[in-house]
């Protein structure tokens, strides 16, 4: 266990080794059935005791014996006749990520650890490796944000503060983008108020949609569904489930843009034509919101990033452009 | 296993028994060891062998015995002797949340599941609950947006459809909350539309901010860290990091309206005041936000509701009317 008190708030292990117990029993090859069971008794840490590790006079790991055949079989045999030879272990400088992988698959309730020459160093309980998914995957939802895997509820403010803050300010900058775009149509806006009031609608709704589809691509990269399937398949998805939702949207809020337009004397003969770029924008900005929620977290994953981190901030930035770009681009050329 | 016909998608087992496997092997109470081992031997499934459970003449479960006890122990002894009496065992009417919460508290292998009246009708492996929590926890991002825990990417696209697209009608209608809000101001937009830019940047910024607090709070009460702490200490924290990350963000954004609005011959000479606005605004809405992040999912979990549920829909809809309203409301009061 790490300590607490250089800067890393909580204790995330990175490596095998910070989850590993020692052996609780082993015994050489060619050891006989009854002299393994002695090794059994005398074992140090009995409760842990699952497998009885078979390794070479190099201490390297040639098999293992399950409790029930080491019971059951003639005190004369040798272990070599009942044990499991060359079973899987893990590696000591694997990643925990990779090892939490083959965990899953596998469901064994103990891993030996080996080292490059397959000597025995320790085990790792399997219920270590799930806890260690649990907390990598409860992370996802921060990480979309800006907030680091390490940060939890009893984090020190300050270094909670340290860490989330850059990406406030890369989120800032790319709202810039956004309100420069917003910007380079004031003389839109200044001739139809009524489209200020839809810009959050647009920005608001454009997003979640796309958060919708990010969030699904992120959970099938980490249960490892995404991997099974063409990529092109589950782009086409959420671009389909953007566009329908766009549209249906899109007719709510063109109604909306309606009544409203049309009650103030100065847009009330531009009514019809700004629902129509309402609806038109919904739909573009949530077609293109669903595929950048497949494409985001893909890309990220790519160029060897965690395709979760600050995920939602850079599909935000493409919403809020597209979304409200659309719409007073739309309405500069249909309505003025 | 579910059938996938009938419009659940995804089989995501509800009750322990979907996860329940045969017991492989039981004796009664006064067995021998003997005896006991012989069951062992004749035992169905012999791999999924961990325990040998010890019954009364009810069937009741009263015991269980670890292999290893039973290998070392004399023939002629009997299994109650060398019992661990009265185990932890789950209640087959356990909700499968509640089942979770106890295993990934207790580590064993394997739980024993009985009825009400204590007798034993099967054993659900330890890793089939850890998965469960795997699953559960990774669909916590998309329930944030209004996508439900059984949509992964591989479900029907007309299902998928069908459960999102409320959560987005939802989130429209809260938008058109927010578009009343900066409606209210048209007045005030027409005379600075320096304003209309900066709309999308309060929005997205105590967005994302609230969001950190949300995704930090539900990963709590996920793994358990947020009921182990005063609530009060949590809302504090996430108070002081949303004022603390405003006041920076909010001058830098402050920083740009000053220079934007300076540009324009009409704001220019107000350009100091809206910057003050936005930084007052900014500073103020991220404080709402980080408490909002925390009371949100606090609150969905009081009234019975899953605390993930479209919280993030509910969060942008106080993020969104603080923003944009105390940026518009600031701005009426002090400059105009």
Same mark, same amino acid.
């Given at each position: 266990i790490k300590s607490h008190t250089d800067g890393k708030d909580l204790a995330i292990p990175e490596a095998i080794v910070e989850l590993m117990d020692p052996i609780p029993a082993s015994v050489a090859v060619g050891t006989t059935v009854a002299a393994a069971v002695e090794a059994v008794r005398r074992a140090q840490v009995p409760t842990e005791l699952t497998y009885l590790y078979i390794t070479d006079e190099g201490d390297r790991l040639v098999g293992l014996v399950v409790l029930r055949d080491l019971m059951l079989?003639?005190?004369? !045999?040798? $272990?070599d006749q009942i044990m499991l030879a060359s079973p899987f272990a893990l590696h000591v400088d694997m990643p925990l990520s990779e090892a939490c992988k083959a965990a899953v698959r596998r469901h064994y309730p103990v891993y030996p650890v080996v080292d490059a020459e397959n000597r025995l160093l320790g085990q790792v309980r399997g219920w270590r490796l799930f806890e260690q998914q649990i907390i990598e995957i409860s992370a996802q939802s921060g990480q979309m944000v800006g907030?680091?895997?390490?940060?939890?509820?009893?984090?020190?403010l300050f270094s909670a503060f340290l860490k989330r803050h850059p990406w406030l300010q890369l989120n800032l900058l790319t709202a810039f983008i956004a309100a420069f775009v917003v910007g380079s149509f004031t003389g839109t806006i200044e001739k139809i108020v009524a489209l200020a009031a839809f810009l959050p609608v647009l920005a608001g709704q454009s997003g979640n949609t796309g958060c919708q589809a990010l969030a699904i691509t992120l959970r099938g990269l980490a249960l490892g569904? $995404?991997?099974?399937?063409?990529?092109l398949h589950l782009v086409l998805r959420e671009g389909a489930l953007g566009i329908a939702n766009g549209l249906l949207v899109g007719l709510v809020a063109a109604a909306a843009m309606w009544f409203y337009a049309s009650r103030q004397p100065e847009s009330a003969s531009q009514a019809p034509m700004l629902a129509l770029v309402i609806l038109l924008a919904m739909s573009g900005s949530c077609l293109m919101s669903g595929i950048s929620g497949v494409l985001i977290p893909l890309g990220l994953r790519r160029v060897g990033?965690?395709? !979760? $981190?600050a995920s939602a901030i850079f599909l935000t930035t493409v919403t809020d452009i597209v979304g409200m770009g659309l719409m007073l681009g739309l309405a500069t050329m249909l309505v003025l």
């Open positions: 079989s003639e005190a004369d !045999a040798t $272990v907030v680091q895997k390490e940060e939890r509820s009893f984090t020190p569904d $995404v991997d099974k399937r063409p990529k990033a965690d395709p !979760a $981190v």
